[in-house]
Every structure is written in C-alpha cells, then in structure tokens.
C-alpha cells in the first residue's frame, strides 16, 4: 500500500475584504519587471471590482470569456499571446469562479511547459512548475482553489491536468466577492460542493482525512442550503470554507457517479459542470439514496428548476461518445463502485442513465 503524498496550496488568506491585501501579498513575487497577469472572470468587465486590482507597471487584466467551460485550445492561445507579447510574466492570478480559476492555472502550467495543455491532460503528465500563481474565487463550490487539477476540454477527451504543478501558489479567499452571485448559479455550484462531500463520503477510497473534511463541507452546505430561509453575508462565509472543506476531502478521495455521468453531458453537449451534475445527481437514488433525497429537498426549497429531458432526440453515436468519456474516467467509478466496477456499470446500464436525464 502506499499512500498519496500530495501537494497542497502554499498560501491561504481569509477573511471578509482580504482582497485588498493582493498588492502587498503579490509583491514579493514579483520577478524584476516582468508583470502579473490579472484573468478575470468577463462578469465583472465594468464592475467596481476591476478598480481595485493592484496594477503595477506593464500588468495587465485580461478578461476570461467563460461563457464555455475552458477548453484546452484557449489556454494554449491564451498563454502563447503572453508569451509573444511579454516573454516572461511575473505571475497568472485568475479571479473568478471555477472555470476562471481553472484556466488561471493552466495558463500558468503552460507558460513553462511545451507543446499544448491536451498533451497534458491526464495524471501527473506534467513536467515542470508553471509562472507563479494565485487563485481568487467569486463563486463557492467547486474546489478549485484547492485543487490539484484544473479541467479542460480537448479535442480527444475532457480531463484535467492533474500533478503536483497545478495547484495554486496563493489563493484569497474573500466571501464579500461571491456576494451578488445570481441565485441560480449559486445553487449550482454550491450544489458541486454538496455533490463532492457525497460522492466522497460514499466512495469505496474514504479515509478518516477526507470524511473529517467531508463531513465539515456538508454541514456548511447544509446551514446554507437546508436550514436558513433567506442568504446572508454569513451564507457567503459558510459556502466559501465549505467549498475549501469539500475540496481537501476529494483531494484525498475522488468524486463518484454523478461526476462521472456529467463529464459525458459536458463533453457532448457542452453542459456546464455545477448544472450537470445536478441534473445527473436527480436521477442517482440507487447509488446515493440519502444524499438524492436531501438534493431533492434543497432544490424544492430554494426555489431551483433542474433541467429534464436533455437526452431526448440524441442518437446511438451521441450516447456512445457519452458512455466512452465517462467509462474512461476509471479513478471516479472504482472510487464509486468498487474494484469490481466494470462489472457493476456497464454499457447498457450507463445508457440507460443517459436515456433518463
Ligand atoms: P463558472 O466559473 O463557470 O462561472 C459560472 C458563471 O458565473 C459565469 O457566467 C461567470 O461569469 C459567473 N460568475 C462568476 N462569479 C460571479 C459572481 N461573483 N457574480 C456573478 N456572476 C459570477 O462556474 P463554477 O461553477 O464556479 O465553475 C465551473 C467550472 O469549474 C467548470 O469548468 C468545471 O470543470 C470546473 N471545476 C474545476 C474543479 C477543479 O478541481 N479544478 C472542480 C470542479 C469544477
Ligand atoms: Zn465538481
């Protein structure tokens, strides 16, 4: 047996308005003149919150088009036009939610790495440590922050980076910037975090390190999305550590079925994450009884349409190339169904999943 030694964010600050710390906190990273990039989820082109970035010299701010989950042709555009116009940079601080925070860490690798981030995709592929980098969430949930994966769709499948390399030197965590997230979104994502904690907590690759974690994260969920009646500031605060809580818990597990179900509806029809997994997540009682009934109960009671329906009218190709980019995601079923999974979820069994949702 040997056991994972993995490697964990280097610096967390935390606290309501901890941004305002950026400029002094990225000061000594600083490499002689070279600038530090700002990636900034396109939601806050306009907003109050770009005048408070911490410019110096030749920095930039660019601003990240999320409209689609990062692909992996976008981080190699985005770091080779870094590349042309500055050389070398100082730093990637990527600002903004998961797929924001997931590109700022690619774009990083690649800026130090050659060829293209789809070479990358996959465990422990990549060879040496990207620019320094820094990870500011404005939406809780996915994990990303801490994270040693950032998730890309390529040309061939839809995976991650994950090594050593890929998670973040710095990350800000401040609950005042999640604070005008739109209801809907925030359920979603809030909801990857729920999902997470079950699918971890489920999972055959449980240890008393992710279930203290997991256990925490889903108690944070639950204040916010079972027991209060209107968000607060302290929602923000809760939803944000649950999010970090729910992360450290997968970092040493995996994810389970509806992550794994939901990587096929993102690469086919371009799905985003928080929304996927709770349409997948509606439909999983056989696998996660407890955790479907008590989804099912914070979606009626906040308010929340889940999509149905969104298989109808798709052809045998179509579900083939669903069922091949989920099945391939090993890690996820045996952490699921145990080692004996192939035999537990098969071709015609996951079709069957597709047909439902
Ligand atoms: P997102 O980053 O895709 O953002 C969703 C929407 O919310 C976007 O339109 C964005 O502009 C907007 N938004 C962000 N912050 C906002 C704010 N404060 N106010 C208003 N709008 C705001 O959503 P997400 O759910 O945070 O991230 C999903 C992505 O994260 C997916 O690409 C998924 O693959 C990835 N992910 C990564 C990991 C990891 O470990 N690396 C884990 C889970 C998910
Ligand atoms: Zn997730």
Not at 147 to 175: A, C, E, H, W, Y
Not at 188 to 200: K, L, Q, V
Not at 255 to 278: D, E, M, P, Q, W
Not at 307 to 314: F, N, R, Y
Request: aromatic share 10%; net charge negative; hydrophobic share 40%.
């Amino acid at each position: 047996m040997s056991f994972r030694n993995f490697k964990m964010v280097d610096y967390v600050v935390y606290g309501r308005g901890s941004f305002n710390q950026l400029d002094e906190i990225l000061a000594p990273n600083r490499k002689g003149d070279a600038p530090m990039i700002f990636l900034v989820d396109h939601f806050f082109e306009g907003k109050p919150l770009v005048q408070r970035i911490p410019l110096n010299g030749k920095d930039k701010i660019v601003f990240a088009d999320v409209t689609h989950e990062p692909k992996t042709k976008q981080v190699d555009a985005l770091a080779a036009s870094l590349r042309e116009e500055f050389g070398t940079v100082s730093g990637i601080v990527g600002i903004g939610g998961g797929s924001t925070m997931d590109l700022a860490k690619a774009v990083s690798l690649m800026m130090t790495n050659p060829g293209s981030s789809a070479d990358y995709q996959g465990w422990d592929l990549v060879q040496q440590a990207g620019v320094y980098k820094v990870g500011i969430p404005t939406l809780s949930g996915t994990g990303a922050e801490v994270s040693r994966t950032t998730v890309l769709t390529g040309p061939v499948r839809k995976l991650g980076m994950n090594s050593d390399f890929t998670p973040f030197n710095q990350i800000v965590l401040d609950p005042d910037l999640a604070k005008d997230a739109p209801v809907n979104q925030r359920f979603y994502t809030g909801m990857d975090c729920y999902i997470h904690c079950i699918e971890s907590l489920e999972g055959t690759y449980l240890n008393e390190f992710s279930k203290s974690y997991g256990e925490k994260a889903l108690d944070l969920c639950r204040k916010v999305f079972v027991e209060k009646n209107t968000w607060d500031d302290e929602s923000d605060e809760q939803l944000m550590m649950a999010s970090f809580a729910g992360g450290m818990s997968i970092a040493y597990s995996q994810v389970g079925v509806a992550h794994a179900v939901s990587y096929g509806l993102s690469y086919l029809l371009g799905t985003k994450h928080g929304i996927g997994n709770c349409i997948v997540m509606n439909h999983l009682e056989e696998y996660y009884p407890a955790g479907v009934e008590e989804f099912k109960f914070m979606v009626q009671k906040n308010n929340i349409e889940i999509p149905v329906g969104i298989c109808a009218g798709l052809s045998d190709q179509d579900f083939n190339t669903m069922i091949d980019i989920s099945l391939s995601l090993k890690p996820l079923w045996e952490n699921a169904l145990g080692k004996n999974w192939e035999t537990i979820m098969t071709r015609q069994k996951l079709r069957a999943l597709y047909e439902k949702l």
